[in-house]
Structures are given as structure tokens and as C-alpha cells.
């Protein structure tokens, strides 16, 4: 059984047209089998900050033991981070940025990345820093109507094309059970 696979049942209230002698909207309940989803939402910042704690320990390094510019720290930072994580996504399934953060990186079977998979994923985060701006309108008593573009990170490239999922530490117990309880269920 893989994480791709695992469903989860959820009931979905629909409101009706019609309403009860107290006046109360009559709902139709309806259960739906949707795909399990183990990342939480808004973990892009999380992502985005790990990513930062990452290359920090790096710049330090070039820029007070080689005294490099502070840009040259920061781009020659940038290889040693994929490297770095690299091998501890493959041995120990996290990095320090993502440690600090309570982040774990699954493959689509529950376990740790294999080294060409964990290398795959972090050649690709380069991609995952490409800006992707949004429009965004906020009702304000004072102001009224105002619109505005937002910038964010869409930091899910690499995982898509990886089959990889970076979940919470405590959530990681909880797909593991999930994946042994549906394979049980599969054997029967």
C-alpha cells in the first residue's frame, strides 16, 4: 500500500431547500471517499524558513572563514545545501532546517527517500523558489475595496515529481499505521 493510495472517508453535508417546523435548513448528508492528504496546510513558510536554517551554517562559513562576499557565501551555500540535504533526507529523513521545524520527508511507501530520490528532490527544490504571483482584493471599513498582488512560493514541484510527502513528525506514526492497517486489510 502506498500513501498515494490511502483513502479517507469523509460525510459532506449539503444543504436542501427545504427547512424543518423550527425553521432549521434540512441538510442531505453524503459520503465520499477522498484521497488521504498527509501534508498541513500553509507549509510552504515552514519549507521556505527550514530551507534558510539550512544554508545559514554555510554562509557563515564562507563569509567569516574564507571571507567571501556575502553574495559569493550565499550562491556557493546553495550546492553545499543540496548535498548536505541529500544525505541526511537519505540517512535520517529530515534535514536541520526541517528538524527545527518538526518536519519529516516520506516517500510514497511511508519510509525515508533512497539517496537518488532524496538527490532528485533536492536538485529540484531550485525550481520550487520560482514567485508565483496572485491578486488578492481585501474589504476594509476605512479604505473600502482594495486589490493587490501577492507573492508566494509554490514549494511542491519537487515532491509531485518525486512522489515524496514532508509531513509533521507526530503525523509520520500516524501514516505508518495507516499504510500496515489498509495492507492488513488488502491481505484479507
Known amino acids: 500500500m502506498k500513501i498515494s493510495e490511502l483513502k479517507e472517508k ?17 441538510y442531505n448528508e453524503f459520503e465520499y471517499e477522498l484521497p488521504y492528504n498527509p501534508v498541513h496546510k500553509n507549509n510552504e513558510t515552514e519549507r521556505l524558513f527550514a530551507k534558510i536554517f539550512d544554508m545559514i551554517p554555510f554562509c557563515m562559513v564562507f563569509i567569516f572563514i574564507f571571507h567571501l562576499p556575502v553574495i559569493s557565501g550565499i550562491l556557493f551555500s546553495i550546492p553545499c545545501v543540496i548535498i548536505s540535504g541529500t544525505f541526511c533526507e537519505w540517512h535520517f ?5 526541517k ?8 516517500d510514497d ?8 530520490k532524496s538527490l532528485l528532490r533536492n536538485v529540484l527544490c531550485l525550481a520550487n523558489f520560482c514567485p ?3 491578486e488578492y482584493t481585501s474589504k476594509t471599513v476605512a479604505m473600502g475595496t482594495r486589490t493587490g498582488t501577492q507573492m ?19 503525523k509520520a ?7 500496515q492497517h489498509e495492507s492488513k486489510k488488502a491481505v484479507r
Open 10 to 26: 469523509r460525510i459532506i453535508h449539503r444543504p436542501t431547500r427545504s427547512f424543518d417546523e423550527w425553521g432549521n435548513r434540512i
Open 93 to 97: 529523513g529530515t534535514t536541520l532546517g
Open 99 to 106: 528538524k527545527i521545524f518538526k518536519l519529516k520527508i516520506l
Open 109 to 116: 511507501n511511508g519510509n525515508q527517500p533512497v539517496f537518488a
Open 132 to 134: 508565483v504571483f496572485t
Open 152 to 170: 508566494s512560493f509554490s514549494m511542491h514541484l519537487n515532491n509531485k515529481i518525486c512522489k515524496t510527502y514532508i509531513v509533521k513528525e507526530n
Open 173 to 179: 506514526k500516524e501514516i505508518q499505521e495507516l499504510l
